[in-house]
């Protein structure tokens, strides 16, 4: 199995910035992706980047795409999620997934096998 913990949630004001971490542990794999995903009170779950892990490819979402950064560290299996020029809008409790690839080259936006227990971020206007 593998575990997920999500950490760096919180509150902070709008136009603020605020990164948080997903740290990986138990059983690895040859070739997978992580991403991340977000849901608001009374919404689906969204998602919003994704990273292959041995290639670094990313994939953003458009309404992330210029203000959160996904980035990785190998040797510690964690993928952060450097959020930038937040809104309110952006409240939400966000998960970190991983999804199982057949090759480094996947950025999948769905079917993630694992999940962490999510973090609460809440932007302030």
């Known amino acids: 199995q593998v575990q997920l913990v999500e950490s760096g949630g919180g509150l902070v004001q709008a136009g603020g910035s605020l990164r948080l971490s997903c740290a990986a542990s138990g059983r690895t794999f040859s070739n997978y992706a992580m991403g991340w995903f977000r849901q608001a009170p009374g919404k689906e779950r969204e998602f919003l980047v994704c990273?292959?892990?041995?290639?670094?490819?990313?994939y953003y979402t458009d309404s992330v795409k210029g203000r959160f950064i996904i980035s990785r560290d190998n040797a510690k299996r964690t993928v952060y999620l450097q959020m930038t020029d937040v809104k309110p809008e952006d409240t939400a409790v966000y998960y970190c997934?991983?999804?199982?690839?057949?090759?480094?080259?996947?950025?999948?936006?769905?079917?993630?096998?694992?999940w962490g227990q999510g973090t609460q971020v809440t932007v302030s206007s």
């Open positions: 990273i292959s892990w041995s290639r670094g490819l990313t």
């Open positions: 997934a991983l999804h199982r690839t057949t090759t480094g080259w996947e950025v999948p936006t769905y079917g993630y096998n694992y």
